[in-house]
Nanobody, 131 residues
Framework: QLQLVESGGALVQPGGSLRLSCAAS????????IGWFRQAPGKEREGVSC????????YFSDSVKGRFAISFDRAKNTVYLQIENLKPEDTGVYTC????????????????????????WGQGTPVTVSL
């Protein structure tokens, strides 16, 4: 029932900032777990940040902790990923996903490992960090 559409990816210089959006339609995100994943050529898929909308529980991977923030805007039915101090290694396609039953750690870790498939995927938005 859900459709997820990402936006906000861009070419950004190192040290810059981006805000990525995951806009949902078809159903409210009020009772879902939503995750942001990224993948670059030659690298494994990584669950960078996840949030459980009913209680606001969040997860961040060690590689992005302190630089990324995730938030849920109920009025806009949109999950945001705010990225600060971008590094070249942040380059990749960023995709959001939603799952009805996953806990936050299960979403970010198990989905990245391919153990679990979320209920819905978006199409992704590319982020390139370069001079």
């Amino acid at each position: 029932q859900l459709q997820l559409v990402e936006s906000g990816g861009a070419l950004v210089q190192p040290g810059g900032s981006l805000r990525l959006s995951c806009a949902a339609s078809g159903s409210s995100l009020d009772y879902w777990t939503i995750g942001w994943f990224r993948q670059a050529p030659g690298k494994e898929r990584e669950g960078v940040s996840c949030i459980r909308s009913p209680d606001g529980t969040t997860y961040f991977s060690d590689s992005v902790k302190g630089r990324f923030a995730i938030s849920f805007d109920r009025a806009k039915n949109t999950v945001y990923l705010q990225i600060e101090n971008l590094k070249p290694e942040d380059t990749g396609v960023y995709t959001c996903a939603a799952d009805k039953w996953s806990t936050v750690p299960n979403m970010c870790v198990s989905v990245a490992l391919g153990v679990r498939e979320p209920d819905y995927w978006g199409q992704g938005t590319p982020v390139t960090v370069s001079l």
